[in-house]
């Protein structure tokens, strides 16, 4: 964004608190500290994604967000019934994609207090790291195992449907129910004549991605069975939000998560299509005029794209590699032509904290997917089991589609936070059995039949996977 509207401790001058959303911040809140640990994600769900953003108290300078009020009671809890129970804070252990995270997450930071060196910069940081590494490891501790997954995902069928209410009402009359509350816009946007619904998000492309990521997460909740109406909620709900935002990026990520969902059959050829993508791009390099990635370009599907700056944005981060790569750049305004709207997860991650950041948020995605391959061939033929990690697959792929059109920077960053929490979850009992397996000598309770999946999700706590030789040594002993 401009250096003239990066200005730290600016904004609101005053507490932005609708008496509606104070008493549902409170009830919250009690929850939090009342509730059994496995629903305290329930209500921190519903408050967080039905809450305007806006919303918050300012208090001697602080912009405290009413989010980050429930983050930070969120893990006031965690912190204190760790003292009464003897399960792991993060279930798995620390593995390599929370050590990335924390490395990107901390050298955004760094790279942006580096180049606003003043106490209002540092101040507006602690409220990032309050937004995504807190809220990231709050997330990490509250999902444990399948049944929190199942949980999670019938919040997120409930939220899309009561979310997708008022973006139809938004399209029919003009005015975003959301918006009463105050902290997002109550008109919406209108682009080409075609109405583009926000609800509760800060903008229409984030709006309609949420949902068209969750598809692949409905589509598990149906898979098993057991909540199948819930689930068809969601698909619903999801399906309507993501067409209401009216916006190229949650279309192309919607069929993408769909995409990936139906190639379960060619599940095991998945190394064929992958080099099938590299020789593909390699190709379109050699006979397009233009970079490959001016493909973008020509994709819209809503009337209204925005694929040219995408393209063009893409092609500068390249250019203007001198002006980023050691820990980011201060104005990318100088770069050309509306550069200031960095609207790519990657550009901004790479914009913010430098190569090392960008490198580390790269090694998250690589990381989950390698997981999640890893489990699913290691328990292949288990059907259920493969559907799981197929369906989180699914999910981390059409999260990646939409990080080349948008950058979560509002509440739709906590669905990403969860999804990643749910990876590290349910991947950690079958990569411990193939270390067990591997070093049998080393772990031979842990190679017992005795130990059930939930015994084996709760004794990884004290593995945790090797950044080298992932598929042969996922794990090493974590010292104390």
């Known amino acids: 964004m401009p250096p003239e509207n990066y200005?730290?401790?600016?904004?609101?001058?005053?507490?932005?608190l609708h008496p509606i959303v104070l008493m549902a911040m409170l009830i919250a809140i009690l929850l939090i500290f009342l509730l059994p640990r496995k629903y305290?994600?329930?209500?921190?769900?519903?408050?967080?994604?039905?809450?305007?953003?806006?919303?918050?108290?300012?208090?001697?300078?602080?912009?405290?967000?009413?989010?980050?009020i429930l983050t930070i009671a969120g893990g006031l809890r965690m912190m204190a019934g760790k003292h009464l129970s003897k399960k792991p804070l993060l279930a798995g252990g620390f593995n390599s994609v929370d050590r990335a995270f924390i490395l990107c997450s901390l050298f955004q930071v760094l790279g942006v207090i580096s180049h606003f060196f003043q106490s209002q910069a540092i101040i507006n940081q602690f409220g990032f790291l309050l937004d995504v590494l807190a809220a990231y490891l709050l997330l990490r501790s509250l999902v444990q195992g399948e049944e929190d997954i199942?949980?999670?995902?019938k919040c997120f069928a409930f939220l899309t449907a009561i979310i997708a209410v008022g973006m139809v009402i938004e399209q029919l009359k003009l005015i975003n129910i959301f918006g009463l509350l105050g902290g997002v816009r109550l008109i919406p946007e209108i682009r080409e004549g075609k109405i583009?619904?926000?609800?509760?998000?800060?903008?229409?492309?984030l709006a309609g991605t949420f949902s068209a990521t969750l598809l692949p997460l409905f589509c598990l909740l149906w898979k098993n069975g057991k909540a199948k109406f819930i689930a068809a909620i969601g698909m619903v709900g999801a399906t309507i939000m993501t067409v209401t935002a009216?916006?190229?990026?949650?279309?192309?990520?919607?069929?993408?998560?769909?995409?990936c969902v139906l190639l379960w059959p060619i599940r095991t050829k998945l190394r064929l299509v992958r080099w099938g993508l590299v020789f593909a791009v390699i190709g379109l390099q050699f006979v397009m005029k233009a970079p490959f990635w001016f493909l973008i370009t020509h994709i819209d599907l809503s009337g209204g794209s925005s694929g040219y700056h995408r393209a063009m944005l893409i092609d500068h981060f390249i250019r203007q590699f001198a002006d980023w790569w050691f820990l980011g750049a201060k104005d990318t305004s100088t770069w050309g032509d509306d550069m200031w709207d960095v609207q790519n997860q990657f550009v901004s991650v790479g914009v913010n904290g430098g190569l090392i950041a960008l490198f580390a948020f790269i090694a998250i995605v690589s990381r989950s997917f390698a997981r999640l391959g890893d489990t699913r061939k290691a328990l292949a033929g288990d059907k259920k089991q493969e559907w799981l990690f197929w369906f989180l697959g699914s999910a981390l792929v059409a999260n990646v589609v939409g990080f080349f059109g948008i950058n979560y920077f509002d509440q739709s960053c906590i669905s990403w936070f969860v999804?990643?929490?749910?990876?590290?979850?349910?991947?950690?009992?079958?990569?411990?059995?193939?270390?067990?397996?591997?070093?049998?000598?080393?772990?031979?309770?842990?190679?017992?039949?005795?130990w059930t999946w939930s015994q084996r999700l709760a004794g990884s706590a004290r593995i945790t996977d090797s950044p080298d030789n992932y598929s042969t040594n996922l794990f090493k002993s974590h010292p104390r």
């Open 7 to 16: 200005k730290f401790g600016g904004g609101l001058s005053d507490t932005v």
């Open 40 to 68: 305290i994600v329930v209500p921190l769900l519903f408050f967080v994604f039905l809450v305007p953003r806006g919303q918050e108290l300012y208090v001697g300078g602080v912009h405290l967000l009413v989010s980050r």
């Open 150 to 153: 199942h949980r999670v995902v």
């Open 196 to 205: 583009r619904s926000q609800g509760v998000f800060q903008h229409p492309l």
């Open 246 to 259: 009216w916006s190229s990026t949650p279309l192309l990520t919607y069929a993408a998560g769909l995409l």
């Open 419 to 450: 999804l990643l929490a749910m990876i590290s979850t349910v991947t950690a009992p079958p990569l411990l059995e193939i270390q067990a397996v591997a070093e049998p000598a080393a772990s031979p309770s842990l190679n017992s039949s005795r």
